[in-house]
Structures are given as C-alpha cells and as structure tokens.
C-alpha cells in the first residue's frame, strides 16, 4: 500500500585507510570546500545518495502541491488566493530545478517520476497530513516551510554544485513563504475567537508533524554520518530540529498561540528550548505508507501523470516533425 520504502546505504563512514587513491582525492577536494561538478569523478555512494536526496527533495516539492492546491479555490480573499496560487507554482518550479539538479548525475526525470508513482522513492512525511481549515494554509507556510527553510539554507553550501545553486534560488522564494504563512496566522490569531480557535487548532496539528520534517533522531538517522562527511549535508537532523524550536517558540509567543507541548522550556544555561520528541512509532508508520493521505497523495499525482500522457504524447510528435523537416532540409540543402 504505497510504501515510502525504506532502503538505505549504510551508517557507517569509510575509513582514510580503505579509501581508494580518486576517494582519497575526492575526500580532499570536499574537506578543502571546493564544489563537486557533474563531469568530475564522484564515488558512487556520493551520486546515489545525491539521486535519492535531491529526488526526494523534488518529489516533496511536488507532492507538497497538493495540500495547498486543496485551497486555491476557498481561499478567503481574491488577494489570498493570487498569493496562494503564486507559492504553488513556486513549488512547481523548485521541484523541476531539483529535478534538473538530479539528471545532471546520470538519472532521468522520468526514471524518478517513475519511482515516485510506484511507492519506491519517498517524499516529505509532512505531505501525508491533511490541510482540514483556511488556518492550515498559514500554519504550513510558518511552520512547514519554516522547517524547510531551517534545513535548506545549510544546503546552499552543499558540496554539490548544481544542488548548491538550486538552494539558492529555492530558499529566496521559501521565506517568502514562510511570511505569507505567518502573516496569515497573525490575521486569524488577532482576528475573531473562532479564528483565534481556528489558528490554535492549525497549530496542535501541524507541531509535531513539522518536527518530523527533520527526520529520525540523529541515533537513528542511517546516512547522516555519512552524508555529513561528503558535506551533502551540513547539520545532523537534531540540530536542525532544535534550532527550529529555539526559532518557532518567541513566534507563537509573539501570536500568543501555545505550542501543543506541556514539557517545552527554555533551559537558561545553555539557551535552548527543552522539548518534547514527536511520536516516531507514527513517523516510521507514515513512511511505510499509512499516514493519513499517503494513499489519496499517490492516486493523485498517478492521475496527474496519465492525465497528462497525451500532452506529453502531442510534445513529442511535434519535437519527431520538426526533426524530420529539420532532416529533410539539411539533405536538400546538401544535394
Ligand atoms: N519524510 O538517514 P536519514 C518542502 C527517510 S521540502 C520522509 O536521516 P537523510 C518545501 C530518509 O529518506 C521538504 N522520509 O535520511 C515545501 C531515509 O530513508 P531512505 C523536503 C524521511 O536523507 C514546503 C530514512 O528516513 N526537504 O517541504 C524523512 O540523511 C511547503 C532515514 O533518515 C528535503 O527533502 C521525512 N521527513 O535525512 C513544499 C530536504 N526524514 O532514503 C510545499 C533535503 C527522513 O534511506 C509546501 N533532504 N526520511 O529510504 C534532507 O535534508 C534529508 O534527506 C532529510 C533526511 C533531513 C530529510
């Protein structure tokens, strides 16, 4: 039943000692900070864990589509709406540059649309909650492109050239993003008691689901080690997840919104918010496939891709034809 299925490549970090002489070299390149390019050699470890993170990553932004394409047509005002529709197609786009990003290491965009569709490759857990009210829409901007956000701009000095440049661009738009959301929380949580009520309940929703966002606690995180000594990435799960927190709690202050955990408090000595861990029974749970809207998620984005087969059909047997015209003139230009 649309598994996200778990395959991974392994917690442990290859020794200096067992590195061949272009992985040593290689080592060296990323510990002196210098990009890594499509053309140079790359151990294969590196590429497919780059396939699997940037494509989850596009597949995220995809699918992300979804939760907030549910609101497009109730938004609340004519201005809401454009906003809204404006993020989406944002959305669209950053999953074509990690898409792009992704074909640079060998794989086609079709091979990851492929994996996608069947339940192979994964896309963020946060996608497989429902959006039920207007105030979900500001509660996704804040706080689940908030979480993106804190995990993306480390990214942006990725070792990996085409992702690094990629982050770039995408993190510009995501804080956008993010104020749009907050902005949103701040109408309702200064407006009406029901909206008041409204953005509280958004916000009990969404907290855990957008801790998740960072991933398994770093004792479980399988390629964080890994990952981190190529500098795919550059925070453990648990650091970004904390910094996140220390980050989010003065903003609900600041709406006077409670965040759903009894035990949160901020500990003096070394500044940072003590807090509860999200239930990750549940986690492991929606990433085998039984969230709340994995299922209508896949049905979704299945029907997107046969719907759209004529379109792609029409593309090209018009790329075929202007081949063959291309073709023919040359030849008659030759004879
Ligand atoms: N959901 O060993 P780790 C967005 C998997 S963009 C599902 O710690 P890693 C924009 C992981 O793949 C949001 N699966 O893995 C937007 C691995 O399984 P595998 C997406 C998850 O890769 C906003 C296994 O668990 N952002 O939201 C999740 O080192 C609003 C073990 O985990 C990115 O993709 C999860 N949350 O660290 C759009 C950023 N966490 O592959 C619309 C780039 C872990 O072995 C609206 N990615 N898993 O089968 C990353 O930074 C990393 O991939 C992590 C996971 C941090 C997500």
Redesign the pocket.
């Known amino acids: 039943m649309y598994a996200?299925?778990?395959?991974?490549?392994g917690k442990v970090v290859k020794s200096y000692e067992d590195m061949s002489p272009d992985e040593r070299a290689f080592q060296a390149r990323i510990d002196a900070g210098e990009k890594i390019e499509p053309k140079d050699w790359m151990p294969e470890g590196y590429r497919k864990t780059l396939i699997?993170?940037m494509g989850?990553?596009a597949h995220?932004?995809i699918v992300?589509?979804l939760p907030?394409g549910n609101w497009i047509t109730r938004a609340p005002t004519l201005e809401r709406k454009a906003i809204l529709l404006a993020k989406v197609q944002d959305?669209a786009g950053?999953g074509l540059y990690l898409y792009c990003g992704a074909e640079t290491l060998g794989v086609t965009r079709d091979d990851l649309t492929r994996d996608l569709l069947s339940g192979k490759m994964?896309?963020?857990?946060?996608?497989n909650y429902p959006t039920l009210t207007w105030a979900d829409m500001g509660a996704?901007g804040w706080l689940?492109?908030g979480a993106?956000i804190m995990?993306?701009v480390p990214?942006q000095r990725t070792s990996y050239g085409p992702y690094s440049r990629a982050m770039i661009r995408i993190c510009k738009e995501?804080s956008f993003?993010q104020r749009q959301g907050f902005d949103i929380m701040m109408k309702m949580a200064y407006g009406l008691p029901a909206q008041r009520k409204m953005a509280q309940d958004a916000l009990n929703r969404t907290w855990y689901p957008a801790l998740?966002?960072?991933?398994?606690s770093d004792a479980d995180?399988?390629?964080?080690a890994q990952?981190m000594a190529w500098k795919i990435?550059i925070n453990t799960?648990d650091e970004l997840r904390q910094k996140f927190v220390d980050q989010t709690v003065p903003q609900a202050e600041y709406l006077g919104l409670s965040i759903p955990d009894e035990h949160l408090k901020r500990d003096p000595e070394t500044g940072h918010y003590n807090f509860t861990q999200p239930d990750w029974d549940e986690f492991f749970d929606v990433?085998s496939g039984n969230g709340p809207c994995n299922v209508e998620r896949l049905n979704a984005r299945n029907k997107a891709w046969d719907d759209g087969e004529w379109v792609r059909d029409g593309l090209m047997a018009h790329a075929e034809k202007k081949r063959t015209a291309k073709c023919a003139a040359e030849s008659g230009r030759q004879s």
């Open positions: 996200q299925m778990v395959s991974s490549t699997r993170q989850q990553h995220s932004e992300g589509q907030e959305e950053h994964k896309y963020s857990s946060i996608f996704v689940v492109d993106a995990n993306q990214l995501e993003h998740m966002m960072f991933g398994p995180s399988v390629h964080s990952s990435k799960n990433l």
